[in-house]
């Protein structure tokens, strides 16, 4: 590639694949910018392994010479605009049919193009490890879910004076789905339980340094399914008319001393009208005493079977 004011780019993509592993490495390389002066790469390489029939292991490593690289060198908005460069590593293990662990180390090159605003690096899982699990056959048809997390959280702008620290989760829930041809009921109750241990910034001298949460979660998920044929310009369609409300109790915690690790809000979406949590990660968990009424109708091509609306 050759920049009239910049000078020669070279760039490569190098892709294997084997039965137990594959990848991608992509790298690029301008010798001088004649605009900088300086020497401008990229190096990104995913990689993909399944080490035993149980166990399973990915790279994904992204790295840019300088701040300014995407916003000098690429020609598309959507990666000239890129703040964070992932660099992770993490390994899954599938125990059984019911139970996964997986062990994850994470961090990001944060890019600041613009010195005089500076972008805010996210914080790095040095490491994250997460055990979940979910048992579909327990007596009187009850089902169990099982979700732990321990994550230590550190932070490489020292300057900044965040709050660090290790975050334990466990979270057990038990739900009882019944459903027949025209109908579904659910439901559910767990609690979550949270254990903070802190180190705490200077801008927070007197932040509490071990900090515990427990949450009782319940909800309750019913609806109805109704069909009927329908003829619309022509053509033979199935019609659905779906309506369905949702409960969800969760009462309130005063959480302002927990430091926002990895927690934003949602946007508002439909689905969001159904989760438990209106935030992201578990640093903050919304209270709730709250019923959604919701109506869905859809039209499906009687010979196709494709969904051809949804309202």
């Known amino acids: 590639r050759i920049m009239g004011r910049r000078g020669l780019q070279l760039g490569g ?4 694949l084997a039965d137990d ?4 490495v992509q790298t690029e390389w301008m010798g001088k910018d004649r605009e900088s002066g300086e020497r401008r790469t990229l190096a990104s390489v995913q990689h993909q392994q399944r080490i035993t029939p149980s166990l399973y292991g990915a790279i994904d490593y992204n790295s840019v010479s300088d701040d300014a690289y995407f916003e000098d060198l690429s020609s598309r908005v959507g990666v000239a605009s890129q703040v964070n460069l992932l660099r992770q590593g993490q390994l899954v293990y599938h125990g059984s049919s019911w139970w996964t662990a997986s ?3 994470q961090s990001y090159q944060t890019l600041s193009p613009d010195p005089a605003s500076r972008n805010i ?3 790095r899982r040095l490491p994250q490890l997460k055990v979940s699990g979910a048992r579909p056959d327990l007596p009187a048809g009850l089902v169990a879910d099982f979700e732990s997390e321990l994550v230590k959280f550190a932070h ?3 300057d900044l004076n965040k709050d660090e620290g290790t975050r334990f989760v466990v979270y057990p829930q038990l739900s009882m ?5 025209a109908w579904f009921f659910t439901p559910k109750v767990g609690v979550h339980y949270s254990r903070y ?3 705490r910034s200077p801008l927070t001298p007197n932040g509490r340094e071990a900090i515990t949460r427990s949450l009782p979660i319940m909800s309750a998920d019913t609806g109805l399914f109704f069909e009927r044929d329908t003829f619309i310009f022509g053509g033979q369609y199935l019609q659905t008319l779906e309506p369905r409300l949702y409960y969800l109790r969760v009462p309130s915690r005063d959480q302002k001393d927990i430091p926002l690790f990895d927690a934003s809000r949602f946007d508002v979406g ?5 989760a438990e949590n209106r935030f992201s990660g578990t640093d903050r968990i919304g209270d709730a005493n709250d019923l959604t009424a919701a109506m869905t109708t859809r039209l499906i091509d009687a010979e196709s079977g494709v969904e051809r609306l949804r309202a």
């Open 13 to 16: 993509e190098f892709r294997y």
């Open 21 to 24: 592993y594959r990848g991608t």
């Open 103 to 105: 062990l994850l180390a």
């Open 121 to 123: 690096s996210p914080y």
């Open 156 to 158: 490489e702008d020292a």
């Open 177 to 181: 789905p019944l459903a027949g041809a």
């Open 197 to 199: 241990d802190l180190d």
């Open 270 to 274: 439909f689905a969001q009208m159904f």
